[in-house]
């Protein structure tokens, strides 16, 4: 390795293109990914060559979103079947550079539980990413979704909350003002964000934590601004006329982030403060991000040896089994 020597990095939001599922993505969801789509099709040689270049030993992969979370139920079963099928084709090619979350049909969600479980136990992926809406609708909070948070407790596996494009009302009250101009405002630069923090919220508000206490929750980007935000939410939601709720420790206790696509010195602090560094995976969201600069920042960061361990691979051999 040219970064980082004698220290393994493990990146685990990186992302991959399945014919199988983006035959089926349409409106701007089929534009996405366009200006990566070659890398993101491409998962052997170059890749690993890119990975050497930047010092990562080992890519967590992921389909890109939406992946199945727009299809009916019929089709995603499918699909996600075909695509976790071929994941792990792809991992067995290079299984000491690739591992895997798998594609779930979320519109069924008992066949997605049932996925779930074959993609761990017979595939050897490590959990699931779940990207955005089901149908571009319903948030993973809601109760008919339940048996996949009960299926990856059973399976002490990790469910990934991904950001997908926007639901097209909150796009067109919020941001299409500027979407033309600046359309990285309606992804990466808010609405990616803006949902995905939500669905977060959600899943806390939701009591679902509470009837699954051992699931583990990922989310990417540096926790969507929710370590920031968990001091104010916390107070918000038990001032009087609330229901109530241990917002702060529920968070902190379920919820893992990672640093995808967000190499901030200032706001890992924040993170590392409020959650404690155990709960911090190292991610470069690539290609939409090039995999240079986060193995970079890492050296360069001033935290001590034992804590960049944590971040770099330990917490993910940890939580993954890697």
């Not at 020597?5 to 493990?10: A, E, F, L, M, P």
């Not at 990207?131 to 008919?144: A, I, N, R, S, V």
Request: charged share 25%; proline share 5%.
């Amino acid at each position: 390795m040219t970064i980082l020597k004698d220290q393994r990095v493990i990146a685990i939001e990186e992302h991959y293109y399945d014919d199988n599922v983006t035959a089926h993505f349409e409106g701007l969801d089929a534009r996405t990914g366009g200006f990566v789509r070659e890398n993101l099709e491409e998962v052997g040689e170059a890749r690993i060559r890119s990975m050497d270049e930047a010092g990562i030993d080992v890519q967590v992969l992921s389909h890109g979103a939406p992946s199945t979370q727009k299809m009916d139920a019929e089709t995603g079963v499918k699909v996600a079947t075909l695509a976790n099928d071929g994941l792990a084709e792809l991992i067995s090619a290079h299984p000491d550079r690739f591992a895997g979350f798998a594609a779930l049909p979320t519109a069924d969600p008992k066949a997605a539980a049932d996925e779930l479980e074959r993609a761990v136990n017979k595939l050897g992926l490590k959990g699931a990413m779940i990207h955005g809406l089901t149908g571009g609708e319903h948030f993973f909070d809601k109760k008919q979704f339940w048996p996949i948070y009960e299926r990856a407790q059973a399976l002490d596996v990790p469910l990934y909350i991904h950001p997908a494009n926007p639901h097209p009302a909150v796009v067109d009250a919020y941001l299409k003002d500027y979407a033309e101009a600046f359309p990285g405002i309606v992804n990466a630069g808010w609405g990616f964000t803006m949902e995905t923090a939500t669905a977060g919220i959600r899943i806390v508000l939701s009591g679902v934590l509470d009837e699954y206490p051992d699931v583990k929750i990922i989310l990417g980007h540096l926790g969507e601004t929710l370590p920031f935000l968990l001091w104010r939410i916390d107070m918000a939601v038990n001032r009087p006329g609330n229901d109530g709720v241990a917002f702060r420790d529920a968070f902190c206790s379920h919820f893992y982030i990672t640093t995808s696509g967000f190499f901030a010195d200032p706001a890992l602090l924040c993170c590392i403060q409020e959650m404690g560094v155990d709960r911090i995976l190292f991610a470069i969201d690539y290609p939409f991000v090039s995999n240079e600069p986060g193995p970079a920042w890492m050296e360069r960061l001033m935290l001590n040896a034992d804590d960049k361990a944590k971040i770099l691979h330990s917490n993910a051999e940890k939580m993954l089994g890697l």
